[in-house]
């Protein structure tokens, strides 16, 4: 080992879902939209004539923080916009998470929670979920230097009643509490009214699943002023300017049109709760998902083979190779025709067992 590698930062990164290429393809392995995004950011996207690349960005984002800000009915000083909510929950833990206590959250979460935390050196411990995946809000009831909690969570797509969230934030007013809501418009039950009531609440969403703008790398965070002011001075201590204008114009034109994403939402919901039974008639067990995915598992079929024998056919879930989560599949929700055509096949995968 050369004298100098003693000095690089170690970090284990990430590992997102795999993004392959090809016409044929049916993607199902990273909860993308399969809906294109609204009308309007098409139309703004096609009367873009380079003009918006030549000048740097507004580093404040101003006029999607404006119009997000309108939409959720909070003050403009309230918002905070990064590019994807990683990006954004990546400077709130560089923000807030600068205790000797530990951080909490689940051991079954979204596995860029440990990532984070190794990078900034921030301690943490994750307590347990249940058998049925659920969180006992009582874990969260100790000395810690902060909590976060993905609501529904992922990858498993359940959801914490309001009232236990409320009862997590309450019992820990001495740290910064973060709630992170990527999936919160497919039916869980969000913790934005809060931030009014408790000034150690940050809730974290993105633009990336319920407005189909996964490419654009859009995410925000709603918070009291003192904690986005407290993010915008990281921020702005690193990079001024993360978004790009692009993004800055299109997330602001998909913002205002609640009726298309309102209706976009109520689609994926009707293939999902379909999906549920689908999935059940053809022996698998689901988490009870309100998100733009199902958790499945097969009482014969292995996970893995599954996993594999559906790559073959060009279809692509998600399967994590780790403790109790290994013997399942994490399926976004398709078009109607990308879920038929994965029924077909896992019907006659499952006979020919
Ligand atoms: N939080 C959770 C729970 C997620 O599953 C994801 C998607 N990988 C994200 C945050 C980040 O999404 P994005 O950076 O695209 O906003």
Redesign the pocket.
């Known amino acids: 080992m050369k004298p100098w590698e003693a000095y690089i930062r170690k970090a284990v990164p990430y590992v997102?879902g795999e993004q392959p290429e090809g016409n044929r393809i049916i993607k199902l392995n990273?909860?993308e939209n399969p809906y294109p995004p609204a009308p309007g950011v098409l139309k703004a996207l096609r009367e873009m004539n380079g003009e918006q690349f030549r000048k740097y960005p507004d580093p404040s984002a101003n006029m999607l923080v404006e119009a997000l800000a309108d939409s959720y009915g909070v003050k403009e000083e309230q918002i905070f916009v990064g590019v994807?909510?990683?990006?954004v929950?990546g400077m709130a833990f560089l923000t807030f998470f600068n205790s000797e206590r530990p951080i909490l959250f689940p051991d079954v979460?979204?596995s860029?929670y440990p990532v984070w935390a190794d990078l900034f050196r921030i301690p943490y411990e994750t307590p347990k979920l249940d058998e049925a995946f659920r969180i006992n809000p009582e874990d969260y009831k100790k000395a810690n230097g902060g909590v976060v909690i993905?609501n529904p969570?992922?990858p498993t797509g359940t959801a914490l009643p309001l009232k236990a969230v409320e009862e997590i934030i309450k019992a820990n007013q001495d740290v910064v509490v973060i709630i992170?809501e990527?999936?919160v418009d497919f039916g869980g039950q969000s913790a934005v009214p809060l931030i009014h009531r408790y000034e150690n609440l940050l809730v974290?969403q993105?633009?990336?699943?319920s407005r189909s703008m996964?490419g654009m790398?859009?995410?925000f965070a709603m918070g009291c002023e003192t904690l986005i002011t407290a993010l915008k001075h990281v921020k702005y201590s690193y990079n001024s300017y993360t978004m790009n204008q692009p993004s800055i114009i299109l997330g602001t034109e998909a913002v205002k049109d609640r009726e298309y994403f309102e209706r976009r939402v109520a689609d994926i919901v009707r293939t999902r709760e379909a999906a549920k039974i689908r999935f059940r008639e053809l022996g698998f067990s689901c988490t009870d998902s309100c998100t733009n995915f199902l958790f499945v598992t097969h009482e014969k079929a292995g996970a893995k083979e599954l996993f594999e024998a559906l790559k073959r056919e060009q279809i692509y879930v998600r399967y994590f190779a780790v403790p109790r989560l290994d013997n399942y599949l994490r399926v976004t929700i398709g078009t109607d025709e990308e879920m038929e055509t994965m029924y077909q096949f896992l019907t006659s995968y499952l006979k020919g067992l």
């Open positions: 997102p990273t909860n994807g909510s990683d990006d929950l979460t979204y860029f993905a969570n992922a992170d990527a999936y974290v993105t633009f990336s699943k996964a790398r859009i995410g």
